[in-house]
């Protein structure tokens, strides 16, 4: 079936530095792709999307190419602000649109 | 935002109680969905519900079940309560189209003694 695999955190890192987190994915059809930011506290706001091959989403200076290939879908950003410490979710809806898969998240903690 | 809420946001109760889970949207769309978060465990699916009367089950529906009796409203009941129900549960809602996104409540932290 569908599934998300991304990489275990924690991840730390100073501010200014450049992030990466890794999501790979399985998916028989042609799945949409989502990364989710959960901030302490809070439900799960969208941070970016791609819905076909190649298409780059980005938000916030945050962005993530949709990678058929590779089946990747890894979040990126150049510099990092203390703002951003919180739990990232890679996530693909299946060729039906209507169920949803998530990796298991990554903590960020970003560090003056 | 999108105009999820879930009732009450925080709940104590006692093993072997019931307990009811509300989750009300204001989008009039046509997927919602319940989920628990766990550490280690990320996001898991327990129910969820493609129109009114018509739900299905996710991967741990074990001991859960939920109604739709209106397009607004997904109730979520735990029938009697268990310490390994202990957990935060969201809702989130979907317009079920391919390039949709899921738009979550703020969550609901229910702890069972």
């Known amino acids: 079936g569908d599934s998300v695999t991304q990489m275990e955190g924690p991840v730390t890192l100073s501010e200014e530095a450049f992030l990466t987190i890794n999501c790979t994915y399985t998916?028989?059809?042609?799945?949409?792709l989502f990364w989710y930011v959960q901030y302490p506290g809070e439900g799960l706001q969208l941070l970016l999307k791609a819905t076909k091959a190649d298409d780059k989403g980005s938000n916030k200076g945050f962005e993530a190419t949709y990678r058929k290939e590779t089946t990747s879908f890894h979040l990126e950003k150049g510099s990092v602000q203390v703002s951003d410490s919180a739990v990232y979710f890679c996530a693909l809806s299946d060729g039906t649109g209507n169920q949803f898969y998530f990796g298991t998240g990554t903590s960020l903690t970003v560090i003056p | 935002d999108a105009g999820i809420t879930q009732s009450p946001r925080h709940k104590v109760t006692e093993t072997g109680t019931p307990v009811t889970l509300r989750c009300h949207q204001t989008?009039?769309?046509?997927?919602m969905y319940w989920y628990r978060q766990d550490p280690g465990h990320g996001l898991r699916l327990i129910h969820y519900s493609y129109g009114v009367k018509d739900t299905d089950k996710g991967e741990v529906s074990d001991g859960y079940s939920v109604s739709r009796s209106k397009t607004e409203d997904f109730l979520l009941t735990l029938e009697s309560a268990t310490s390994s129900q202990t957990s935060v549960y969201f809702c989130?809602?979907?317009?079920?189209?391919?390039?949709?996104?899921?738009?979550f409540g703020p969550g609901t932290r229910l702890t069972v003694l």
């Open positions: 989008e009039n769309h046509r997927y």
């Open positions: 989130a809602i979907s317009g079920g189209t391919l390039r949709t996104e899921q738009f």
């Open positions: 998916a028989t059809g042609y799945p949409s």
